[in-house]
């Protein structure tokens, strides 16, 4: 007697049923979020370069032309879209899981897919508008083009390493929501924490020495000054350990992997 045994799935089938997922799920968020009307889905990136252009302005209105020898323009670019990064990831991704919660009902679907895929719109959207709106101030002559692949490489590194993190953050902390209900007004004060001592409006070099060391043990300043790096290169000086930073990405992450895997069957129990 024969018995047809299912075949066994490979780790192609099995990551593309959860690219198919993702994919679902992130049209389903941009659909419910933005709509079909007027632009659309381009909202995701319009949004973010309108927030950006109302900062850089008022900068250029009540700050002087140059700061510490670095243009104001384009140094508020280069602090304001990595910031925004960090807090509109763990933000959106925080409650991710409570308003889609009928979504569980789909065995398929597990509350990892969900905080991925709010991570994965915002990351997407602040990228877009960050190489679109970079792009026009070098067309204008506002930003000097960059003079070798390296330092376009230390721009991407850098805005990679911080949408890490900040995905292995948001994972941690909307995890963390679904247990107890204080994290979510919590995120909201830990998000304008991050103003002042991200690095967005201020950079190493302009820190009195002694405080540098405190000022570097924070994993995302990092990131920070490697974009910064890549933008101005030998006009300025910036300290930065990327290892350091990758270490402290990969950390984010595998706390936030292994808090969305207990959550995933808090949540099938109730």
């Known amino acids: 007697m024969s018995m047809d045994l299912p075949a066994p799935q490979g780790a192609w089938d099995y990551f593309d049923k959860h690219r198919r997922i993702l994919w679902a799920l992130l049209m389903r968020e941009l659909s419910t979020r933005y709509g079909r009307d007027n632009i659309g889905y381009l909202w995701v990136i319009v949004e973010h370069m309108c927030f950006a252009g109302g900062v850089a302005i008022l900068w250029l209105v009540i700050r002087p032309p140059y700061e510490h020898g ?4 384009p140094f ?14 763990m933000t959106f991704a925080v409650t991710g899981v409570k308003v889609n919660s009928d979504l569980l009902y789909h065995r398929m679907i597990t509350p990892l897919h969900i905080m991925l895929t709010r991570c994965a719109i915002e990351i997407i959207g602040i990228s877009m508008a960050f190489v679109v709106i970079g792009s026009a101030l070098m067309l ?3 930003i000097p083009p960059f003079q070798n692949f390296l330092d376009l490489g230390y721009v991407y590194t ?3 390493v911080l949408a890490w ?3 292995g953050m948001a994972l941690i902390l909307a995890s963390l929501g679904e247990i107890f209900e204080f994290v979510e007004r919590l995120v909201q004060v830990t998000t304008y924490i991050l103003v002042p001592i991200s690095g967005a409006y201020y950079m190493a070099a302009w820190v009195p020495a002694w405080a540098r060391p405190y000022m ?16 101005f290169g030998e006009f300025i000086t910036t300290y930065f350990n990327m290892g350091y930073a990758i270490a402290w990405a990969a950390i984010f992450t595998f706390i936030g992997l292994a808090l969305a895997l207990f959550v995933r069957n808090r949540v099938e129990v109730q």
């Open 70 to 73: 670095v243009k104001v323009l």
């Open 76 to 89: 508020v670019i280069t602090g304001y879209l990595p910031l925004i990064l960090m807090r509109q990831t």
């Open 140 to 142: 204008v002559g506002v």
């Open 158 to 160: 850098g805005w990679f």
């Open 165 to 167: 993190m900040s995905t």
């Open 216 to 231: 570097l043990a924070l994993p995302f300043v990092h990131c920070f000054e490697i974009i910064r790096h890549g933008f």
